[in-house]
């Protein structure tokens, strides 16, 4: 399973944060702070939601992914590491 995508999105949202970007989606979100990002979750997870229901399985795979960047820019915004999560998970398999 290649990870390494997750490892660059990782580095590219703690970029954005530390050394801001004119035009990047992900500062406007983080600029916006919590209420645009919960309104994001909420959207996405929703767009997910139908797409499990009524969509095909690549349309369902990009609704994942949406809602799984939406969540990492959520951690982030928190400084909660996505490593945190993994070793969560972790645990949880052991």
Known sequence: MDMEIIKQLVET?????????EGSYTNEL??????KIIKKLGEENAELLKAFLTENDERFASEV???LYHVMVALEYRNVKFEDVLTILRQRHN
């Open 13 to 21: 949202i703690r970029s954005r944060k530390q050394y801001p970007k």
């Open 65 to 67: 992914a949406d809602l």
């Open 30 to 35: 983080l600029d916006k702070g919590e209420n």
